[in-house]
């Protein structure tokens, strides 16, 4: 634990100290997760597969030239590595997209370090604290080098119900008062150990020095459901809708998870 902690600590440390120059928009997102503060074990790889439809979404690029998010197909798959019982090493790679616009493209790639409680699914609460470094393809971001700084808090009330939240923070390395706030969150019912419905939240409501006006800002609201099979797969399906002008109306997301192997 006091691992756990020191690192926390680095990771905030790093968090305010890689702040510095002008400002920008943040593009749509490929990976629609809340995360739950859970590890992959020591010395086992996994793999998780994220996808997402937008059968009707916003009709403007969030660059010049980018990608359109109506009717767009994106995703990535998320490789991770189980370093320690507290730190999983993570990387995104493909991340793409096929628009009605651009067709098929690769959007870039992600490398993630993640640190939580260990055993935290066994806990009553357990935090953590994750980073991505992001390089985008100009498809896709205005800015080559992006980062998320995504705490963790996980509330497991008893068996049956998880609060979960996650208030993240994006920057392009362009000031402290720049940093957009981007929380998520999840509320989870678990009817059995293998079955799970949640309703979860993604927003965006701008940078720190001042937030977007409320119809401006992106919110939406995704029903959730999720399964773990006999052959060890885990399966997510979510259907979203957008609360505000600024938010994909619609939006479907499909993630599949497993673990692969152990390293000896």
Known sequence: MRQLWVSVCLGMCVFAAVLGTPSRAFAQGDEIQVYDASLASKGVFNLTWHNNFTPKGIKTPSVPGGVTADKSFNGVTEWAFGVSNWFEAGLYLPLYTHDKDLGFGIDGF??????????????????????????????????????EFRPIIAWHVNPKFDVIVNPILDTAYDGFSNLVFAPSARLAYNPSDVWAVALESYSDFGALKGFEAAADQSHQLFAVL???????????????VGLTNAADKYTLKLIVGKDLNKVK
């Open 110 to 147: 992600k490398l993630r370090g993640l640190v939580a409680t260990p055993n935290g699914n066994d806990r009553t609460v357990a935090v953590g604290f994750g980073m991505e470094l992001s390089y985008n393809a100009k498809r896709w971001d205005s800015t080559r080098v992006t980062s």
């Open 226 to 240: 999720d399964h773990t099979t006999k052959s060890g797969f885990e399966i997510e399906f979510g259907a979203g």
